[in-house]
């Protein structure tokens, strides 16, 4: 994971408290996380919207599989 | 669609709620949910308190409270009402509408015009646009404007993504022609074709109830619903708030020729805290000049939840003093609606529960 990987994936945590978690990094299955549920969508939704200036659907984000698909969305 | 309009004051302003409360913590520990993810959800979205019409009352019942309890308290016959307009998308029936029927129970005079309005939560905003409208250029003098729901009768008590959100309440408000009052400046929009974001899919003409649309049937989260319950993709209509209600703001606040430092309020349709925080910060208001406490008290109240809001929140100083407020309802439809106005002195009636506790 480059640095600045490592540091959108901190910020997405800081926001998204389903993705927060010991030993949880971007290749953690999201399926998995106990806390990976509709309030989590909406603050991924949030998150993205104002961190990266993106509105993302929520299918979208129910798409991704892993953390790393989801910061993939971020526009480059 | 834009729309100005002049010389027209809302006089008086009065909600009736639900008389029994619901905790969300409780509620969901009846239902066997872990607490640690209750209070999680509680903390982050902001469900706590919402109160819910005891069996048998209906949103004519609570507007009805509170239209008596307003015209009570401005001292004002009910002769002297040229229309009623009821905006509901729980009505006693589907014939006649509710506005008909509260017309009979406040024995209004048969030249008072009554009609309805089935919108939901932007429907106070479009209600109010349209008592304006009748007082501006429809020969009226003074519009009730009533405004409620009843959103707890239709969801499902095992559906979670909806269940825990709403509140009942029914409102009153008293618009009146007047010669010196600052300009109404309103933003109207829908899209239709979001409509099933937010739906009860059966008991309508399209698909009506019958014992097939009463299975229940668990979604991909679990929720359990049937189809005569109300249904929302919450992510949907989030993104839809995000992405609308904002400019929304920003043009009523461009037309009344004022920025968010200059205007005293934001009173948006309280959904839920956590989108109240949101969309307010996004509008470019202080959080101190967005009141989000209602919702954690009141619930979800539909198109009562701004003039509910408005009373909980400001009620005592608009009986003293004007205030510039912008008011955004958003929601089923979609549809959304801002307005911006100069409020008050008004009349207020105490917010209370019906039947009072």
């Not at chain 1, 999201?30 to 969508?41: F, N, V, Y």
């Not at chain 2, 999680?40 to 706590?48: A, E, F, N």
């Not at chain 2, 618009?175 to 739906?199: R, V, Y």
């Amino acid at each position: 994971m480059s640095k600045s990987e490592t540091e959108l994936w901190a910020a997405l945590q800081a926001d998204v408290d389903g993705l927060t978690g010991p030993g949880i990094t971007p290749e953690t299955p999201l399926e998995t996380l106990p806390q990976w549920d509709s309030l989590a969508i909406l603050l991924v939704i949030t998150h993205f919207e104002y961190v990266h200036g993106r509105v993302l659907s929520g299918n979208k984000i129910r798409a991704c599989k892993i953390g790393r698909e989801l910061l993939q969305l971020i526009p480059r | 669609m834009f729309s100005s309009l002049s010389n027209i004051r809302i006089a008086g302003v009065a909600v009736s709620t639900g008389s029994v409360t619901r905790d969300f913590i409780a509620d969901g520990l009846a239902l066997d949910l872990a607490r640690t993810q209750l209070e999680r959800i509680s903390q982050t979205v902001g469900l706590k308190e919402r109160k819910v019409t005891a069996p048998g009352i209906t949103a004519l019942d609570l507007c009805e409270d509170a239209a008596r309890r307003l015209l009570d308290e401005m001292g004002i016959d009910a002769s002297a009402i040229d229309a009623v307009i009821f905006v509901t998308q729980t009505p006693d029936h589907s014939q006649p509408n509710n506005s008909s029927l509260l017309h009979g129970r406040l024995g209004l005079c048969k030249s008072t015009a009554a009609f309805d309005l089935a919108m939901g939560c932007s429907g106070w905003v479009y209600g109010l646009h349209q008592a304006a409208l009748l007082c501006a250029h429809g020969g009226a003098a003074r519009v009730l404007l009533c405004a409620g729901d009843t959103l707890s009768r239709l969801t499902n008590p095992l559906d979670r993504a909806t269940d825990p959100l709403f509140g009942d309440a029914g409102s009153a408000a008293l618009i009146e022609k007047t010669g010196h009052a600052p300009a109404m400046h309103f933003n109207l929009e829908a899209d239709g074709s979001g409509a099933k974001s937010i739906c009860v899919p059966a008991g309508g003409a399209r698909l009506p109830a019958t014992p097939l649309t009463k299975q229940e049937i668990k979604d991909a989260e679990g929720n359990i619903h049937h189809a005569e319950n109300l249904q929302m993709n919450g992510s949907d209509v989030f993104n839809f708030t995000l992405r609308e209600v904002p400019g929304s703001v920003a043009s009523v606040l461009k037309m009344a020729g004022w920025t968010p430092m200059q205007a005293d309020a934001l009173i948006l349709h309280q959904a839920n805290r956590f989108m109240v925080s949101t969309i307010g910060k996004k509008c470019g208001f202080a959080p101190e000049k967005t009141p989000m406490d209602s919702v954690e008290k009141f619930g979800n109240q539909s198109s009562a939840s701004i003039p509910c809001t408005l009373i909980h929140a400001l009620g005592a100083p608009l009986q003293e003093k004007t205030l510039k407020v912008v008011a955004c309802g958003y929601g089923v439809g979609l549809s959304w609606g801002s307005v911006a106005l100069e409020l008050g002195p008004l009349v207020v009636a105490p917010l209370q529960s019906f039947p009072k506790l």
